[in-house]
């Protein structure tokens, strides 16, 4: 059995299928009972205890059960239109990081950074784990977001119950380029 692909699937399920009709859209909360039987159709194998262990060792806390276990959710990185998840406003570091390829530097060197396909731009916590996200879609470059700064002049950071910070969007004013 493929961990990974299962995640993946999931991931698909909560976060971007197009027609989420057992996602409630306040919370982005979905029944165990629908993700596991949809799931099974591509997973046989599927059950409760394999659903607990993804989501008990996925690396980057990418999924929580609600409270009463009979929901799961993606805790962030949705590009289904309407769904909210609530999210910490705690005081910002004063720098975060944000992890893209070089091929969509100049692009938001000229527009800011843009959430795209999703509700959020995610900016990372720690230089380390930007870089792997720039890894993952080609030649990494890290962008060094002056958080404190961002938020003193109105802008609004969250963070998600993982850890991972996000804003709507972030002018290219508030960051610098580091190569790697």
């Avoid at 949809?38 to 059950?47: Q, Y």
């Avoid at 720690?126 to 060094?144: M, Q, S």
Wanted: charged share 25%; aromatic share 10%.
């Amino acid at each position: 059995m493929n961990l990974t692909s299962i995640s993946k699937k999931m991931s698909f399920l909560l976060r971007h299928c197009k027609n989420p009709q057992y996602i409630d859209l306040n919370g982005g909360w979905a029944p165990v009972t629908v993700i596991l039987s949809v799931l099974k159709k591509d997973f046989p194998e599927m059950t409760r205890s394999i659903l607990e262990q993804i989501v008990a060792e996925d690396e980057k806390g990418r999924y929580s059960f609600h409270p009463d276990g009979t929901k799961i959710r993606a805790n962030q990185g949705h590009s289904i239109p309407g769904v909210v998840i609530e999210m910490e406003q705690p005081d910002p570091p004063e720098l975060l990081y944000h992890g893209t390829a070089t091929r969509f530097l100049s692009s938001i060197m000229q527009d800011g950074l843009k959430p795209m396909s999703r509700q959020y731009v995610h900016i990372s916590p720690d230089f380390e784990t930007a870089v792997k996200t720039g890894r993952r879609h080609g030649k990494p470059v890290i962008l060094v977001i002056r958080a404190q700064d961002f938020v003193a002049d109105g802008h609004k950071l969250y963070r998600s119950s993982n850890g991972v910070w996000q804003a709507e969007y972030v002018p290219k004013e508030y960051f610098t380029v580091q190569y790697l």
